[in-house]
């Protein structure tokens, strides 16, 4: 059983930007399928795909390198199951001065930093990429 299904997805995605691999695949989740959107629609990833099968499902993750270097410089978890962490709208942090983006989970689904003080919606801070 893992307790920290989001933080085996980073931990998966940055042993395989560290080994230069192409794909890497993660067992699926609906919130997993989301942050794999939001990393392909903010450019940190090349695609990602979703593999249906008779138990959970997979995501395959393809990495994108630009000259040999993977725009994910890092990734963190901020909010684990031992430690919770929230914002409100107005205190969203900005990852890296902007350079990078936070993942958060919302009352209107799972959006990043820029999304949620768009829409003016707090919620639980999952990780930083940058």
Avoid: C
């Amino acid at each position: 059983m893992m307790t920290d299904p989001i933080a085996d997805m980073i931990t998966r995605i940055r042993n395989a930007i560290e080994r230069r691999k192409k794909h890497v695949r993660i067992p699926a989740s609906k919130m997993k399928k989301e942050i794999a959107r939001l990393l392909f629609e903010e450019g940190f990833i090349g695609n990602y795909e979703f593999i249906e099968d008779n138990k959970q499902g997979e995501i395959v993750i393809t990495l994108k390198y630009v000259d040999g270097e993977s725009p994910i410089k890092g990734m963190k978890r901020i909010s684990k199951p031992s430690r919770r962490v929230y914002t409100d709208s107005k205190n969203i942090p900005r990852v890296m001065s902007g350079y990078g983006i936070a993942i958060l989970s919302t009352s209107k689904g799972i959006l990043t930093d820029a999304q949620a003080r768009q829409m003016r919606v707090g919620g639980e801070i999952l990780i930083y990429v940058w």
